[in-house]
């Protein structure tokens, strides 16, 4: 690790939020990192919002010119496997819903030496559960962070090498922390979408757009296309059994990985 401090940043609400408040609460700087995974079409997006996201923070006296580092990028398909972690994986995931992202950013702080890495995952997401019952208090800065317990099994395993700053923080509480200092605007310019239209467009189909939108304070960023598409296809689709539904999904998912990779 550098003397800075370590983040993954997607450029979407929570790790923007986060870096907005290591901003705030450290004084070092501060090193990006992200995974560019060639089966998400918001790849792109992501990276340009990370660096306008950079620039709209300096010039807004928010952060020191080059005190937020350039990010360092890896690709997901160059990522080493690791026999461990994916046992760990398999473990857990026999009993709990979890993403795919966990094992192989895992995987990466592993084989990069990355351990303490900041990930920001609120406390209402599908990890929490998960570690809720193995969390340490870390002193990262004056806000708690926590970890895993190094003795909580294959939860440690997979899970151990991260830092979860906001992991005992509900999304309405960062909210109003985020309005309470002003921030609702450099956040109103953070990236959603896993599958953006034409590679800029909310799709208002995927799980982030559908929550924005019925989100009601928000729902305004998706735009024309994004709402107009949440209705003509997600509410169409609510309407099937719940089968025909996953289905959907399913298909939905698999076009626009195919279409990303060209096929």
């Not at 080059?66 to 473990?91: K, M, N, W």
């Not at 990355?114 to 870390?138: A, M, Q, T």
């Not at 953006?196 to 799709?203: A, F, L, T």
């Not at 997600?234 to 076009?255: K, M, S």
């Amino acid at each position: 690790m550098s003397g800075a401090t370590e983040i993954f940043w997607t450029g979407g609400w929570d790790s923007t939020f986060r870096v907005m408040e290591l901003l705030t609460t450290t004084v070092g700087p501060i090193q990006p990192r992200y995974v560019i995974d060639p089966r998400r079409a918001s790849s792109a997006l992501e990276l340009a919002t990370i660096r306008q996201l950079t620039q709209h923070l300096e010039a807004g006296g928010y952060a020191e010119p080059g005190r937020i580092r350039e990010p360092v990028l890896y690709q997901r398909e160059e990522i080493p496997p690791d026999p461990d972690i994916d046992e760990a994986f398999l473990t857990i995931t026999r009993q709990n819903r979890l993403g795919n992202q966990y094992r192989w950013l895992a995987m990466l702080v592993k084989a990069e030496g990355l351990d303490g890495i900041e990930l920001s995952v609120e406390k209402g997401r599908s990890l929490y559960p998960i570690v809720g019952p193995f969390l340490v208090p870390v002193g990262q800065d004056t806000v708690p962070a926590f970890r895993v317990a190094p003795d909580a099994g294959a939860v440690a395993v997979l899970l151990g090498g991260f830092v979860l700053p906001l992991i005992q923080r509900s999304d309405a509480r960062l909210r109003q922390e985020a309005a309470e200092r002003g921030w609702d605007e450099v956040l109103a310019k953070t990236c959603f979408c896993h599958s953006p239209v034409r590679g800029r467009h909310p799709c208002g189909t995927c799980r982030p757009c559908v929550q924005m939108l019925e989100r009601k304070e928000e729902g305004a960023r998706l735009g024309w296309i994004g709402k107009t598409r949440y209705w003509a296809i997600e509410r169409a689709v609510r309407t099937l059994p719940v089968g025909l539904q996953w289905r959907c999904r399913q298909w939905q998912e698999t076009r626009a990985t195919r279409k990303v990779r060209g096929q």
